[in-house]
């Protein structure tokens, strides 16, 4: 069972709002990656980091940001929510080698 | 443009029988296939494949690399209501993992 987690699971906000999308796994891998995913539609990368103080951009434009201070720590941030963020973002980790965990995923509702 | 592509897009099948699920990239630097199964909420991992030609196996599905050709079949026999969900095929490359756009699988009882 994999050990990421993410917080909140599910949130509705107003437009404008700033909010950070919690992730945190404990299995000490340096690779994570933030997805978001629309309903019936593929996964797309947003942002990956491969260590401490290293965050890429990923394929998909996005307004968010992220950091990554602490290996087992890779928050996301909206500065300002808009109803186009609605979405599920999932949060995944892994080793070198190894296959992709993910976290619960969360689902945010902008209005 | 690294690339994977499922096929079909959705698929209807009765309890009891058997499904292949496709999967064909264009990648640079390949380094592993994966299947994936998302139900309501995250992925959940199925198989790993790196070499071409040895299948893997688990319970009632079974998946197959064919590095040659660029693809891999995702096969379920005996198929239940439980299978029903959308199966993703991910690509390794270096650092990043390119995912398909699934296959929806419903299993009518």
């Known amino acids: 069972e994999a050990d990421i987690y993410q917080t909140p699971r599910y949130l509705v906000i107003g437009t404008g709002k700033k909010i950070t999308l919690e992730c945190s796994q404990t299995m000490g891998h340096d690779k994570m990656y933030w997805y978001q995913q629309d309903p019936g539609m593929e996964l797309h990368l947003i942002h990956y980091?491969?260590?401490?103080?290293?965050?890429e951009k990923g394929d998909l434009s996005s307004e968010s940001t992220v950091s990554r201070i602490r290996t087992e720590h890779f928050p996301l941030t909206l500065e300002s929510a808009r109803p186009s963020h609605t979405s599920q973002y999932l949060c995944?980790?892994?080793?070198?080698?190894?296959?992709?965990?993910f976290g619960e995923g969360s689902r945010l509702t902008v209005l | 443009e690294d690339k994977v592509v499922q096929s079909p897009l959705s698929l209807v099948v009765h309890e009891g029988d058997t499904v292949t699920l496709n999967c064909s990239y264009e990648v640079t630097n390949f380094r592993s296939l994966l299947w994936y199964k998302q139900e309501k909420k995250a992925p959940t991992f199925l198989f790993m494949l790196t070499s071409s030609g040895i299948e893997k196996k688990s319970g009632r599905l079974s998946s197959i690399l064919d590095k040659k050709e660029l693809f891999s079949i995702l096969n379920i026999t005996a198929t239940q209501t439980g299978d029903s969900a959308v199966y993703l095929c991910?690509?390794?490359?270096?650092?990043?993992?390119?995912f398909g756009t699934g296959t929806s699988l419903t299993v009518i009882p």
């Open positions: 980091s491969y260590g401490v103080n290293s965050t």
């Open positions: 991910a690509v390794r490359t270096g650092n990043q993992f390119y």
């Open positions: 995944a980790s892994s080793e070198y080698t190894g296959e992709l965990f």
